[in-house]
């Protein structure tokens, strides 16, 4: 217990908005950067079920939040077939809807079904710019994105290999899952998690999603 309430604190405090629901999808998690993009204090989210705090409907506004979700089913149960970042309109705690981006991934646990399921938001509001980006930029690949750090301030250099093996880790990618992505042995893949967990001094993958998520990888 103490290991799962010390990743679900790193989680917290890995500077995105994230909120946490256990088996019945009930709140454990909302953070303080949850707070500020939902406009809805922790007091008032912990404890109740997510479809009823976020309320959320897809881009034809037809309603996506609701009992028995299937994307917590598929987050939870389906470990081969992972959920894919998608957009939601959620109601902020003054009543009004807010555009986030979502992406979920699982802390294991003993039965994939009362695994718990982290949110990551991001706000999804359109961003008027003075100038339009330079094709330069819009092209940018991800190799370019800002490096990653330990949490005690070190630069790492991951490989370019390693950063995809880092985006699949968040997107809920098994061993075998990622071998079979990129043609490769499932004992090269293992090399390839322990060496990130080494760069990033981390002891968990969960804690290395956080990472990711932190530094734009994914």
Not at 30 to 40: G, P, Q, T, V, Y
Not at 62 to 88: G, I, T, W
Not at 89 to 117: E, I, N, Q, W
Request: charged letters at 30%; aromatic letters at 6%.
């Amino acid at each position: 217990m103490r290991a799962f309430d010390e990743t679900l604190e790193r989680i917290s405090r890995s500077g995105e908005a994230v909120f946490a629901v256990d088996s019945s999808d009930r709140i454990i998690l909302w953070n303080k950067a949850c707070e500020r993009l939902l406009s809805r204090p922790a007091r008032g989210a912990i404890g109740k079920h997510c479809y009823e705090v976020l309320c959320g409907r897809d881009v034809n506004d037809n309603l996506y939040c609701h009992r028995s979700c299937a994307v917590a089913h598929q987050a939870r149960e389906r470990k081969d077939d992972p959920v894919r970042s998608f957009e939601l309109a959620a109601r902020t705690g003054d009543g009004k809807k807010k555009r986030v981006k979502t992406s979920l991934f699982s802390v294991a646990s003993y039965h994939p079904a009362l695994k718990t399921l982290v949110h990551v938001l991001r706000d999804a509001e359109p961003i008027s710019v003075e100038r339009p980006a330079s094709m330069e930029e819009t092209k940018r690949p991800a190799e370019s994105l800002a490096p990653v750090t330990r949490p005690g301030g070190d630069t790492v250099a991951l490989t370019s290999r390693e950063k995809e093996i880092l985006r699949c880790l968040a997107e809920g990618l098994g061993t075998t899952a990622i071998a079979k992505k990129f043609f490769i042995a499932t004992v090269t893949v293992r090399n390839h998690v322990q060496s990130i967990l080494h760069k990033l001094d981390v002891h968990t993958k969960v804690a290395a999603v956080v990472l990711a998520y932190r530094h734009g990888l994914v």
